[in-house]
């Protein structure tokens, strides 16, 4: 949706976000029925099935259905930290060959152990789908490899900073931006976005679309800055921050004889009042410019969510000319690495100025307020404001593994350029021994042992939680991460099935078949029952990767020793059904057990011709 009509974000995964209580009955194909399965509620219709039979269980022994509605305890992997790299030569090819061997990484100065390694492709984010098909006579099952073929691989947010651009910088970005989509594969998808909020172009391939919203894209100050009304004293955010975050008493003292010249004439029996009228002055500057800044990150924030439910590779282009990161706003900036990092969002960033000389003078309309004496020291201010602005596009570029493309007009190119993932990225991951949570900064490194002659690009550091994660909630953060993408996931032994059935022209049932290996679950003994809970969720996303519908399941398993035994051979399976349109979709399966916090995550894809 362009312009400001924009929708509320449905893809929120509303399966886990709602508290009342639809039960939905699944079918278990099994030898008993000592799994209680509660369906959370959700936007499709599971199909009803009778459940078979309950085990008997021995006279004075609990039974193993259990009908309590209390929540799981999820155990989760706290404390870890994620940390993307990019390794390139003297020549600037990306080095492909690395172990993790090959890393070393120091948070604070000190060795941490590599906990995780993985490695990250164009390719490995591509959909492996793995579609069983199913028999039935009252059923059609799909396994299309041409279905496959059509669905969606990369999903590319192109977003412009319009709070902060100049009009000559939206003009010729926009330009660059036309002949961005003419070279975009059958499989991409581009969103186009604004930090404004005001251009919001969702996901899709037609190009007459994307080039429509890129008319929208004008510059929308959050501030009252640039309407010809100036302060006195005159002072920059940067300098403001300089006074008010960082106690420069230079920049007071250079405030202070700005106040006098523009307010008191000049005359020093006023210093005293100068003096508190640009600390006043600075203190609100401050706070308008953090505000601005905060609201740019929202946005972000909401974007970045908004491609975290893309199921497939994520790239994120930020074009902005920059801007001043506070020092009481550079945790926001890791928290936005952070989130991009677990999403698997790489984000290019490209500077909006592009080849440009800073400006020593300002704005040609604003008022001499600058004295004699201050004159030369706020030149440098704003060159120093100006060489500071690109430090945000530079850290999130560097953080997730992506590239700051800056002083250079070849805009075009480097939105190219910016759209496409590195070849190679590895994503390493540690958890820091004892770590407070005080929300202090903390410094990372990362070397190569033996090869220093190549180029390390990773995050600079990280900010340590203020507050302990519920553990509840965040595995079902865990959950939506993994529901929400295209890697598969083997913890456990599960398989993915489909089937369809048309009701009509307008209108199918499709089938989504859960088989479960039992002997790859971690009972926990209590009682004389081998517990676990097992988390099934579903979703199903149109060929523009939108979510469609989706469903969740929790499996209580309270099982006898004959019971598992029985089981062990056979497994069992869950099905689950939803009301949908003929099309093309991709189907995608989580499961996530209590007691290991085991995980799996499978792809598959159905045609439903018309």
Known sequence: M?????????????????TSSLLLKALLVASCGAIQVRAQEAPAKSETQPQAPAARAPRNEPSEVSTRDTPPTFRVRVNLVLVRVVVRDSNGKVVTNLKKEDFQLSDNRKPQVISTFSTETPESHKAATTPSPVPHPDTNASGDPAAIAALPQRFVAVVFDDTDMLIEDTVWVR???????????????????STSGQVTQEFTQEHERLQESLLSVVPRPVTASGNGFHDCPEISYYQADQI?????????AVATEDALVCAYAGDPRFTAQAQALAAMTSQRVVASGDSQTEYVYRHLEEIMRRLAAMPGQRVMAFVSPGFVITTMLTSDSSSLIDRANRSNIVINTIDARGLYTPDLMGDIGDPPHDSARTVGIKSSYRVQAQLAQSDILGQLADGTGGTFFHNRNDIDEGLR???AAPAMSYLLGFSPQNLKVNGA???????????????VQARHGYYAPRTIKDPVEAAKEEIQEALFSQDEIHDLPVELQTQFFKKDQSQARLAVLTHVDVKGIRFRKADG???DDLTVATAIFDENGNFVTGGEKIVEM????????????SGFTLKSSFDV??????????????????MAARNGAVSIPY
Do not use: C, I, W
């Not at 931006?177 to 581009?190: C, E, G, H, K, Q």
């Open 2 to 18: 362009q312009g400001k009509g924009r929708m509320r974000n449905p893809l929120l995964f509303p399966f886990t976000r709602r």
């Open 175 to 193: 330009s660059a931006a036309t002949r961005l989509f003419s070279s975009l594969a059958p499989t991409d998808r581009v969103g186009v976005y």
């Open 244 to 252: 008010e975050n960082k106690h420069d008493a230079q920049a007071l």
């Open 417 to 419: 350029e910016a759209v």
């Open 441 to 455: 900064y903390h410094t990372l490194r990362v070397t190569l042992a033996g090869k220093q002659k190549f180029n």
């Open 529 to 531: 029952r081998n517990r």
């Open 558 to 569: 309270k099982l006898l020793d004959k019971t598992v035994e029985r089981m062990s051979r």
């Open 581 to 598: 349109k003929p099309g093309t979709y991709l189907v995608r399966m989580v499961v996530r057990d209590a007691e290991g916090s085991q």
